[in-house]
């Protein structure tokens, strides 16, 4: 029970933080027109618990629509965050300049909006708008995926807790996807989540390079449909 009551404690401090860079990254390539992918998502920025470091059990669901040969449309939906009255959905498209067609390497351009909309009471401001754009370059590697890329997110209003904070919140990724079979994929993605962001203004002691932002560890699976 005390294990449970600091594991919630911690969970309320970190989830302004996480929300904004949670889900492993799963449209990196082009579907096909007509094709129907859908992904759930598990992790965050590793955290310390009982002196256990674990990833934050943040979780998504979410799916994406091959639209044509070189663009995907794609919906998330915020699980976690339901339980502390914030719903979040993320929507947006994905372009592939490059696809399997042409080359064994990839290039993605994936912009999405993020709403959040609070069904606390006493809340001012009950929605937020966050604009987010992603880059990723993947290539074939062993029989599945290997990418990087990076996240930008432009938050348009400021906590009320901070008036200066970011204007912009910059993440850096990589990770490997495994073709399981010819409709289960496997992702699994390490993140520098708020690269741009001093580890001192976030409330918990996350786990962060040269004390800016945080290490997150992103699983996710992939079922073709």
Same mark, same amino acid.
Request: with cysteine; charged share 15%; hydrophobic share 45%.
């Given at each position: 029970?005390?294990?449970?009551?600091?594991?919630?404690?911690?969970?309320?401090?970190?989830?302004?933080?996480?929300?904004?860079?949670?889900?492993?990254?799963?449209?990196?390539?082009?579907?096909?027109?007509?094709?129907?992918?859908?992904?759930?998502?598990?992790?965050?920025?590793? =955290?310390?618990?009982?002196?256990?470091?674990?990833? &934050?059990?943040? /979780?998504?669901? $979410?799916?994406? @629509?091959?639209? #044509? +040969?070189?663009?995907?449309?794609?919906?998330?939906?915020?699980?976690?965050?339901?339980?502390?009255?914030?719903?979040?959905?993320?929507?947006?498209?994905?372009?592939?300049?490059?696809?399997?067609?042409?080359?064994?390497?990839?290039?993605?351009?994936?912009?999405?909006?993020?709403?959040?909309?609070?069904?606390?009471?006493?809340?001012?401001?009950?929605?937020? =708008?966050?604009?987010?754009?992603?880059?990723?370059? &993947?290539?074939? /590697?062993?029989? $599945?995926?290997? @990418?990087?890329? #990076? +996240?930008?997110?432009?938050?348009?209003?400021?906590?009320?807790?901070?008036?200066?904070?970011?204007?912009?919140?910059?993440?850096?990724?990589?990770?490997?996807?495994?073709?399981?079979?010819?409709?289960?994929?496997?992702?699994?993605?390490?993140?520098?989540?708020?690269?741009?962001?001093?580890?001192?203004?976030?409330?918990?002691?996350?786990?962060?390079?040269?004390?800016?932002?945080?290490?997150?560890?992103?699983?996710?699976?992939?079922?073709?449909?």
């Amino acid at each position: 029970m005390i294990f449970m009551s600091k594991y919630k404690n911690i969970i309320v401090f970190v989830f302004a933080f996480l929300i904004v860079g949670c889900g492993a990254h799963t449209n990196l390539t082009p579907i096909g027109e007509g094709n129907i992918d859908a992904n759930i998502s598990l992790g965050g920025p590793v =955290i310390t618990i009982n002196k256990i470091r674990t990833p &934050a059990p943040y /979780l998504t669901i $979410g799916g994406k @629509y091959g639209i #044509s +040969d070189v663009m995907n449309v794609d919906a998330n939906l915020h699980v976690t965050s339901l339980f502390y009255k914030v719903a979040g959905l993320e929507f947006g498209a994905a372009w592939f300049p490059l696809s399997y067609k042409n080359s064994f390497f990839i290039l993605a351009l994936n912009p999405r909006i993020l709403l959040l909309e609070s069904f606390k009471e006493n809340v001012g401001e009950r929605l937020r =708008i966050y604009p987010l754009l992603s880059g990723s370059a &993947a290539w074939t /590697l062993g029989g $599945g995926l290997i @990418y990087v890329g #990076s +996240d930008l997110v432009f938050p348009l209003t400021q906590p009320d807790y901070n008036k200066n904070s970011p204007r912009l919140i910059a993440s850096i990724f990589t990770g490997y996807r495994w073709q399981i079979s010819d409709t289960f994929g496997f992702v699994s993605e390490l993140k520098w989540l708020g690269a741009n962001i001093p580890s001192n203004q976030v409330a918990v002691e996350y786990i962060n390079i040269a004390k800016y932002g945080a290490v997150s560890l992103l699983f996710s699976i992939e079922r073709r449909f």
